[in-house]
Nanobody
Framework: VQLQASGGGLVQTGGSLRLSCAAS????????MGWFRQAPGKDREFVAA????????LYIHAVRGRFTISRDDTENTLYLQMDSLKSEDTAVYYC????????????????????WGQGTQVTVSS
């Protein structure tokens, strides 16, 4: 599976951005997809994930109500709509694909994701 992320940029506090992640290759084997982020000097952290078939979602508390993860399975594209952005959302954002055995909820551990996009920078200025 190949993943190509895009949509990052510079935005002011309170603004919005939409990230996209185009998937190609063994997309029919995808169980779930997720977004992770890594701020300077910090570990990579889980942001949101979605089960590709069925659409169940999961978010970290810090973004719940502000971010929305979605997918277009006809275009094999994952999205992350980010609203009410805060300076603490500044990070490199990565999309990832989980091709492991299906489960009841999306996975949150980065070790469950075998395929990763190249990352896209999101900078929120105050």
């Amino acid at each position: 599976v190949q993943l190509q992320a895009s949509g990052g940029g510079l935005v002011q506090t309170g603004g919005s951005l939409r990230l996209s992640c185009a998937a190609s290759g063994r997309t029919k084997s995808i169980f779930g997809m997720g977004w992770f982020r890594q701020a300077p000097g910090k570990d990579r952290e889980f942001v949101a994930a979605i089960i590709w078939s069925g659409g169940r979602t999961l978010y970290i508390h810090a973004v719940r109500g502000r971010f929305t993860i979605s997918r277009d399975d006809t275009e094999n594209t994952l999205y992350l709509q980010m609203d009410s952005l805060k300076s603490e959302d500044t990070a490199v954002y990565y999309c990832a694909a989980d091709l492991r055995a299906p489960g009841p909820v999306p996975r949150v551990s980065s070790t469950s994701y075998d395929y990763w996009g190249q990352g896209t920078q999101v900078t929120v200025s105050s």
